[in-house]
Nanobody
């Protein structure tokens, strides 16, 4: 069974950048629709980036132009580059398939604050 481990979160000032990593214990190269989700305190989990069948990526308007998802299948790793961070990006970030079929990892906390 695939297990997911997210890392790379932390405290960053508004306008700053972070790069999140998600390492899978098993191969996820066959899972086309991998994505990144986030859950802010008191809110529902939302999808913030995911791959499409054509190899491109989709983002909601709230992060478009600021977040970039990428993957390294040889390392079973999915990344999320986050730039121009704003306080509203504060949340726990998770990776999973889209729709989510893998057991959730522990996530990584991202806090954007001055």
């Amino acid at each position: 069974q695939v297990q997911l481990v997210e890392s790379g979160g932390g405290l960053v000032q508004p306008g700053g950048s972070l790069r999140l990593s998600c390492v899978a214990s098993g191969s996820v190269s066959s899972i086309i629709y991998m994505g990144w989700y986030r859950q802010a305190l008191g809110k529902q989990r939302e999808l913030v980036a995911h791959f499409t069948s054509g190899g491109s990526a989709l983002y909601p308007d709230s992060v478009k132009g600021r977040f970039t998802i990428s993957r390294d299948n040889a390392k079973n790793t999915v990344y999320l580059q986050m730039n121009s961070l704003i306080p509203e990006d504060t949340a726990v970030y998770y990776c999973n398939s889209v729709p989510p079929t893998i057991r959730w990892g522990q996530g990584t906390q991202v806090t954007v604050s001055s």
